[in-house]
Structure formats: structure tokens, C-alpha cells
């Protein structure tokens, strides 16, 4: 049985600030609107602690909020038919953590993803919730930057060292050789997932002004993409803004000084958290054993051409970063308890919330 204590309209539905206490023992604290959660509110699931404070709309999250998932995950930003949607900044338990856009709890769009275990960090474009469109790899030395397809390179792209050489070259995704001395598979099992690998081949090197100038678009273009995602604090507004001050008392001559400022409104429930983090700009270096040695191959021209060669791509481009920062346990729990709304507005509606 749901149990409410809080503002009633006419109609003897909930409108205005009130708590309800659900039957699979889930709280909700904060405003409704004809017997929906509708306004500023906190929901916690008892079952595995989970806890979202933001703005709802009709019964479902939407705008600005804030969830923290069981594990320890966290998302900040903006919500749409309670789904990420817009800007946002996701903190997965593994520690990296997502700057950038959302849609339908996908990334999508244009965001920044950083790898604190690889010391990296990518920035460019997202579909699907991977890396797709134009993006680059920064490390602290060295960056590569091209096309990416299904979160893996694809395409032609170059790697940046240093602020005076470019290698070009393509990268082509092709499938892994099948390990001869894997055991035979039973034929009713289905069939393994083919594993994808992206292989370098270097076209040319820029040298001198010819990589200047095109270090200093590409540096300007990773700019733009950082400014881009920037969000501010997913703190959130008090609900109601605080009452104007009152006019101050005409000063006699025995008294000076005024009226004190007036405080403030507090965020309910305790939930701000910090902004997302301001992206950094492109470094500079090479890589160990994917790229050409600097000193080898610049002869002091303004451009020079390198063999072609095929490669295994550098370890940092594969296995390490593919899928490497999703989380399948921090899921939305399940709320199907909840009981249905009746004509009395007397109880909770079923909170509905899916599965990520």
C-alpha cells in the first residue's frame, strides 16, 4: 500500500510538494502536478540504492538531473522521456568517464572520452554509443587523428608528433586470422563473432611547414570540439527562488549600515556534484613501434615520401579501448511494484523505470 503525507489539489490528487512511500518500499520526495511527479524530486530504489534527483515531467525524468547507479556509476546532464538526452557527463566505475552528448541513453552526437588507465582520451564524433565519424586519440605524446567506424579506425587518418611531423596513412579493419589450436566448435553452436582489427598502412610524411599547417588546423579543430561539449555543474536550481529582500530601513543619524544580504536557496537533498572536466588540448610525441622514427624519415624537406607499408595498428586502438568503458552492471532497476494510479489520485503510479 502506498503511503503519501503532502499538498492536494481539489481533486484530492497530489499537486504540490509531498512523499510517498511505495509497496516494494521505494521513496519519493519532491513535487507533483495532478498526481504525477512533476517539478523537483529525489527517488531512491530500496532494492539496490540507486538515486536520482532532478527535474521530472508527467511522472517520467526529464531535464536536469542527476542518477547514481548501484556500482557507483553516475550520469549528470540532461534527461528526456526518462532517458539521456542532450549534454551530459557519465562516470563509469572503471574510471573513465564521458563528456559530450546523448541521445535516447546512447552517446551520440559530439563528445570526449577520457581513459585514465591509457593515459588518453578520445574527442570527436559518436553513434550508437561508439566511436563513429571523426575523432582523434590524444595521448600525452602523440595523437592520431581520421575516420572512425563502429569504434574502431577506418579510413584514412595521419599521426601528429611533436608540432613539426605527420605520418598519413589509411587504416583498414579486417578480420583476425581464427587460432588454429582452438578446439573445434560443436556444430549446434552458433557461430563466434568475427574479431575486427584495424591494420595501418603509412602513405607519406609531412615535414616543416606542410605539417605546421596542418597541426595547427587539426589543433584548432580539437578545440572546437572541447568547447562543444563544455557543460557547467549538473548542481540544479532551488525549485522556488528565494523571496525578494526587504527595503532597507531609512539610516538615522545615530545608526549606519544596512540590511545584511539575503541567503540564498539550497539545492535539495544534497545531490550537486561536480562539473565535467574541461577538455585538454592536443600533446605532442611519438609512439612506440606504429609510427615511423622522426629522425629517419625527415630529410629537412617540406614534404617527403614515406613507403607504404601494412602493420598491426598500436595496441591502444584495439583491445584496450573497445567497449573498455561500459558498464553492464550499473543498471536502472526495475520498479514494476509500484502501484497504478486510480481515479482518487490516491496512489503511486508505476514508476516504469527499464533496464539501460
Known amino acids: 500500500m502506498v503511503t503519501y503525507e503532502g499538498e492536494r489539489n481539489e481533486a484530492k490528487q497530489r499537486h504540490g510538494y509531498g512523499v510517498a512511500h511505495l509497496p516494494n518500499g521505494d521513496i519519493y520526495r519532491g513535487f507533483y502536478r495532478e498526481g504525477k511527479r512533476h517539478g523537483r524530486g529525489h527517488y531512491r530504489f530500496k532494492k539496490n540504492g540507486s538515486r536520482y534527483t532532478g527535474e521530472w515531467q508527467d511522472g517520467k525524468k526529464h531535464g536536469r538531473g542527476v542518477f547514481v547507479y548501484p556500482d557507483g556509476t553516475k550520469y549528470e546532464g540532461y534527461w528526456e522521456d526518462d532517458m539521456r538526452t542532450g549534454q551530459g557527463t557519465y562516470y563509469f566505475a572503471n574510471g573513465n568517464k564521458y563528456v559530450g552528448e546523448w541521445h535516447d541513453d546512447m552517446r551520440q552526437g559530439i563528445g570526449i572520452c577520457f581513459y585514465p588507465a591509457l593515459n588518453c582520451k578520445y574527442v570527436g564524433e559518436w553513434e550508437n554509443d561508439r566511436r563513429h565519424g571523426k575523432g582523434a586519440l590524444v595521448h600525452q605524446d602523440h595523437r592520431y587523428e581520421g575516420q572512425w567506424k563502429d569504434d574502431l579506425p577506418d579510413g584514412p587518418g595521419c599521426y601528429v608528433f611533436g608540432d613539426s611531423l605527420v605520418q598519413e596513412g589509411v587504416y583498414t579493419v579486417r578480420q583476425q586470422p581464427v587460432d588454429e589450436d582452438e578446439p573445434p566448435r560443436s556444430t549446434e553452436d552458433e557461430e563466434p563473432p568475427a574479431t575486427l582489427v584495424p591494420v595501418w598502412r603509412a602513405d607519406r610524411v609531412l615535414a616543416g611547414d606542410a605539417a605546421i599547417n596542418r597541426i595547427q588546423h587539426s589543433l584548432l579543430e580539437l578545440g572546437r570540439v572541447a568547447s562543444h561539449v563544455s557543460i557547467g555543474s549538473a548542481v540544479l536550481p532551488p525549485e522556488k527562488p528565494p523571496p ?37 588540448g592536443a600533446t605532442e610525441g611519438a609512439e612506440e613501434g606504429a609510427e615511423p622514427d622522426p629522425e629517419a624519415d625527415q630529410v629537412g624537406g617540406d614534404e617527403t615520401e614515406l613507403e607504404a607499408a601494412d602493420g598491426e595498428p598500436p595496441q591502444d586502438l584495439t583491445m584496450e579501448l573497445r567497449d573498455g568503458e561500459r558498464d553492464e552492471t550499473g543498471e536502472e532497476p526495475e520498479t514494476g511494484e509500484g502501484e497504478q494510479e486510480t481515479g482518487d489520485g490516491d496512489t503511486e503510479p508505476g514508476d516504469g523505470e527499464q533496464p539501460e
Not at 526587504?246 to 539550497?266: I, K, T, V
Open 244 to 280: 525578494p529582500p526587504p527595503p532597507p530601513p531609512a539610516e538615522s543619524p545615530a545608526e549606519g549600515g544596512g540590511d545584511a544580504p539575503p541567503e540564498g536557496g539550497q539545492v535539495a537533498d544534497g545531490e550537486g556534484t561536480a562539473a565535467g572536466e574541461e577538455a585538454a
